[in-house]
């Protein structure tokens, strides 16, 4: 009798784990986005590749991460931590003496966000975001 109790008090605990962890964990769809990062010569990206992403709210970013991580490409995030600030050899500066200024813009499907950083821009399947190193010389802005 009471070997029947403690059997039954663990199949309910079990069920009760199980239930609990699949409630828990939601199942994501699998997005697949291209990333590519352009420096110097458009014709010969630094990286040009497809990404797999399961997130609750993909980002950009996400994507961006996931593809340096598989492929080797090393990265630095902001202090923040919400965009990018160098990736490789390429920095994020501003020169001192010009103010010429050179950073990491990134598009999705050529498209420059008007808002936000990449850490909060959603994604959607199909999606094409490239990461491209530009100078900005104040001196030559229109304003």
């Not at 199949?11 to 939601?26: D, F, N, R």
């Not at 995030?77 to 160098?86: I, K």
């Not at 199909?126 to 190193?133: P, R």
């Amino acid at each position: 009798m009471k070997f029947t109790r403690v059997l039954a008090l663990v199949l309910v605990g079990i069920m009760a784990v199980v239930g609990l962890a699949s409630c828990g964990v939601a199942d994501y769809p699998e997005i697949t986005v291209t990333i590519k990062i352009v420096a110097d010569d458009a014709e010969d990206p630094i990286l040009n590749t497809e990404v797999k992403i399961k997130s609750e709210n993909p980002t950009v970013l996400e994507a961006f991460q996931e593809a340096c991580i598989l492929n080797e490409i090393s990265y630095t995030l902001t202090e923040a931590g919400d965009s990018v600030a160098d990736i490789q050899d390429y920095k994020d500066y501003t020169e001192k003496d010009t103010g010429i200024a050179h950073y990491w813009m990134y598009y999705i499907n050529d498209v420059e966000p008007t808002s936000g950083k990449a850490n909060v821009n959603a994604i959607a399947d199909g999606d094409v975001i490239t990461y491209t190193y530009v100078t900005f010389d104040p001196a030559t802005a229109t304003k």
